[in-house]
C-alpha cells in the first residue's frame, strides 16, 4: 500500500493497473490518428466503454473461476477491494464491448482494432507489472531459471525468491 485518500487505499497495484489502462488507451489513440482515424473523441469513446466492459468482465471471469467461493457469499462479488480480477475476461469483455459500441455507432471496425491493438497489448503487458507488486501469479521452480526475482510485498514480512510470471511475460 502507497497512502490512503480519505476513504480509498492507494496500493501499488492499483497505481500499475491505473497507469497501464491510460498508457494503453493513449497508445490506441495515438495509433488511431496516426493511421488517419476521426477525431480523438471517436476512439476515446468506444476506449472508456471497452475499459468499463473490461472491468466487469474481469470481475465476472474471476468470480465463475471461483464459483464455489462466492456461491455461499453471493454479496462478497461486490467487493473489488478485496480482490479478483481476471486479465482474459478483462480482454474478452472489453474487445466484446469495444466492438458493440463500434459497430452501434458506424465505426470502421477493422480500422479501428488495427489502430487499438498495440495499446491494447501494453495494457496487458504492464498491468502484468501490477500483479509483481501485489504478489500473486507466480510459478513455481522449474527448469527455466533464468526469471528470478526479489520482491517484497507489503503483506509478507520476508524477502523471497521466486519465478515470476510476469517478468517471464515481458521476455526479460
Sequence with gaps: MIDHLGP??????????ALAIVAGVWLGAREARRKGLARAERVQSPAVRAVMGGLVGARLFHVVDRWEFYAGRPLRVLNVWEGGLAAYGGLIAGVLTGLIYALRHGLQVWRLGDAVAPGM??????????????????????LLFLTYADVYASSRILLTSFRSAQVWFWGL
Design 8 to 17: 480509498l487505499m492507494i496500493s501499488w497495484y492499483s497505481l500499475f493497473f
Design 121 to 142: 497489448i501494453l495494457s496487458q503487458a504492464a498491468g502484468r507489472l501490477a500483479c509483481i507488486s501485489n504478489g500473486d501469479a507466480y510459478k513455481a521452480d522449474g
